[in-house]
């Protein structure tokens, strides 16, 4: 038999994973990044910073990033994977990039060096099983 998570139970989950992202004295940011590395500025090919807070309250286990501020200038390459860390950069979770399927979609993988890239609207889900 699988576990089961209530809804109450789902949002505190994602609430306390999305606020480990406020930790520290500014916003956390988001890179994108050409190979999964959990280390800032490792594999990094464009870099957008959250709000601060990064994530409203949790909805049936989903929390929606508010505003993620653009990268105006990207360092470019092509980006398959994502981490999230605060502002201390220390990472809080990662996740794959591409154009459908994956944790993270964007228009075009391939980033132009002093591009700019957008996230338009991002999401956290702790499923139910």
């Excluded at 940011?29 to 807070?53: Q, R």
């Excluded at 989903?62 to 470019?76: F, L, P, R, Y």
């Excluded at 398959?80 to 979770?93: I, K, L, P, R």
Aim: with cysteine; proline share 2%; charged share 10%.
């Amino acid at each position: 038999m699988a576990i089961t998570l209530t809804t109450a139970a789902r949002n505190a989950a994602c609430d306390a994973i999305v606020d480990l992202v406020d930790a520290g004295t500014g916003a956390g940011t988001i890179e994108l990044k050409s190979a999964a590395s959990t280390v800032a500025g490792t594999n990094e090919v464009a870099t957008l910073t959250f709000s601060d807070p990064a994530f409203g309250a949790a909805s049936s286990g989903v929390a929606t990033a508010g505003t993620i501020t653009d990268d105006t200038n990207a360092t470019g390459g092509t980006a398959s994977h994502f981490t999230v860390f605060d502002s201390d950069g220390n990472a809080v979770w990662q996740g794959t990039v591409a154009t459908s399927g994956a944790d993270l979609n964007l228009s075009s993988t391939t980033i132009g060096a002093g591009s700019t890239v957008t996230i338009s609207s991002f999401t956290f889900t702790v499923p139910a099983s």
